[in-house]
């Protein structure tokens, strides 16, 4: 995910946290500290409820970390690449590289994580059960931890996809129809319906005075629906480019632009006459850099002239793909780093150029013709 930073590994997986986990961390620590604690558990001092709401927040944050680790261990026991987990806002997310090949693999990977959560809601329990002092804030801190992985528990278990009750229900479909787009689209449907009921008892429960609530759960709803529906143009996607290669849709007409080239040239040649939006820059047939509207836009126009494309161009991080990887592969690269294009290279040398606006043309054009896609895709674990 774009935009976090990493902690470490555990069991060989890479955990990640995600910046908006900063708000969420604060957002929750100030909620217990000004609210649920001191209504539940009167009389501390300030600093107790705020040392309370803190240690809270992080525990919180290790029961959605053992939720995610269940999803991505059971992913690596059955062969499938996990590349990490990242925690953000919401929540967990887990980064499996591969989708589950039957039914019964999807069923198990999404069951262990609610069910990681309702054990840690009983363990939880049990332990405060053993406190003396039901009032103390060691008592409150085990009573919210049981409280919000129970919920935890019982929010994943919705069957919307890509929930983990959206995925086991879509495991089902596809056991009982052996279609996975028809299980997909079912699920990702009943994902979206609770959307928006959430928005809708969201909306309520702000009309009805509750504000920071109902924007919450309203904001979750969103979340969800939105979710749903680019979890299934996503598992669309996938399905169209299993089994395809780079240089099957790649652009193979981009020519190296020596790097002394002037910007002006560049954008007349390159850019209008060619209808590229960026250029790979070489020196002897090495690749450099690459050059994108979005670099030449930061010199003015009267200067283009005088500007060689060395100046512009991004020469670090360069990402290159070559040309026969596996696009599904390749356009994940495109969307963790945010990039429009990469070039393709075949060894050291350039052979196209492969951008968004290709996988999409490709798409389109496939969707036009009826074509059929070519295998099983890779995919995603929702929190
Ligand atoms: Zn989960």
Same mark, same amino acid.
């Given at each position: ?6 902690? #470490? ?25 000004? #609210? =649920? ?15 309370? #709401?803190? &240690? ?42 591969? *989708?589950? $090949? ?58 919307? =996809? ?24 079912? /699920? ?11 928005? /809708? ?32 143009? *996503? ?19 981009? *020519? ?7 910007? $002006?040239?560049?954008?007349? $040649? ?19 850099? &690459? ?10 126009? $009267? ?34 780093? #945010? ?20 996988? &999409?043309? =490709? ?21």
């Amino acid at each position: 995910m774009r935009g976090s930073f990493k902690l #470490g590994r555990i069991a060989g997986i890479e955990i990640g946290v995600h910046y908006t986990w900063l708000l969420a961390f604060f957002l929750i620590a100030w909620s217990l500290a000004q #609210g =649920f604690f001191p209504q539940q558990y009167p009389g501390w001092t300030v600093t107790t409820y705020w040392i309370t #709401g803190a &240690i809270s927040a992080i525990l919180l944050f290790v029961s959605v970390l053992l939720h995610e680790l269940a999803h991505s261990m059971v992913a690596t026991a059955r062969g499938m690449r996990v590349q990490g987990i990242t925690l953000f806002i919401f929540g967990g997310v887990s980064n499996i590289e591969t *989708e589950p $090949e039957k039914p019964g693999v999807e069923f198990l990977m999404s069951v262990v994580g609610p069910l990681t959560s309702l054990v840690l809601a009983g363990v939880f329990w049990a332990i405060q059960q053993a406190v003396a002092d039901r009032s103390s804030p060691p008592a409150a801190l085990l009573y919210y931890l049981m409280l919000i992985n129970a919920l935890l528990a019982a929010f994943n278990i919705i069957p919307g =996809f890509p929930l983990d009750g959206g995925r086991v229900l879509r495991s089902i479909i596809w056991g009982a129809t052996g279609s996975l787009t028809k299980a997909t689209n079912v /699920a990702a449907t009943t994902g979206r319906i609770f959307g928006w009921a959430l928005i /809708a008892y969201g909306f309520f429960t702000l009309l009805s005075g509750n504000f920071l609530n109902g924007i919450w759960i309203a904001f979750i709803g969103w979340f969800l629906s939105s979710a749903a529906d680019s979890s299934r143009q *996503e598992v669309t996607m996938q399905q169209h480019l299993s089994g395809m290669r780079v240089n099957e849709v790649m652009n193979t007409a981009p *020519e190296c632009v020596n790097q002394n080239a002037t910007v $002006e040239s560049l954008v007349r $040649e390159s850019f209008i006459q060619h209808g590229l939006r960026a250029a790979p820059i070489c020196v002897d047939g090495q690749l450099t850099g &690459i050059v994108t509207l979005t670099d030449v836009r930061k010199i003015p126009q $009267e200067n283009w002239s005088q500007t060689s494309v060395s100046a512009v161009m991004t020469r670090s991080p360069l990402y290159t793909v070559k040309q026969d990887d596996d696009l599904n592969t390749a356009v994940k690269l495109l969307a963790q780093h #945010g990039l429009n294009q990469v070039p393709v290279l075949d060894d050291k040398r350039l052979v196209g150029l492969l951008s968004r606006a290709d996988v &999409i043309r =490709f798409l389109q054009l496939s969707r036009e013709l009826g074509m059929k896609p070519k295998a099983t895709p890779p995919g995603k674990m929702g929190a």
